[in-house]
């Protein structure tokens, strides 16, 4: 049974930023890749960053520069670090574990796990 709980979410005004956590209880499964993804009202959902073997990191284009994504396997937490926050950046977001081997990190359906989310909202 796996487990992702995000936490960190909330309002702030553009220019701002927020932290968002995740934290993970894999039982036995594998964290080596793990990932955000976020879905705005009426908008499919969308991958945000990826972090592989605790290193190798992936963004999306609308977030580079801005966004970093992190691990800590000592607890295990992941971590995005949002900062410059824009409107647009408003939408819930999630923790995805466990991807396919090989597979694309943007693509939703190639994840197994997910959280339940946590709303972020910039004004």
């Known amino acids: 049974h796996v487990q992702l709980v995000e936490s960190g979410g909330g309002s702030v005004q553009a220019g701002g930023s927020l932290r968002l956590s995740c934290a993970a209880s894999?039982?036995?499964?594998?964290?080596?890749?793990m990932g955000w993804f976020r879905q705005a009202p009426g908008k499919e959902r969308e991958g945000v960053a990826a972090?592989?073997?605790?290193?190798?990191?992936y963004y999306a284009d609308s977030v580079k520069g801005r966004f970093t994504i992190s691990q800590d396997n000592a607890k295990p937490t992941l971590y995005l670090q949002m900062n410059a926050l824009k409107p647009e950046d408003t939408a819930m977001y999630y923790c995805?574990?466990?991807?396919?081997?090989?597979?694309?990190?943007?693509?939703?359906?190639?994840?197994?796990?997910w959280g339940q989310g946590t709303q972020v909202t910039v004004s």
């Open positions: 995805a574990a466990d991807l396919v081997t090989g597979g694309d990190w943007r693509s939703v359906d190639l994840w197994s796990y």
């Open positions: 894999m039982n036995g499964y594998s964290d080596e890749f």
């Open positions: 972090i592989y073997g605790g290193i190798m990191t």
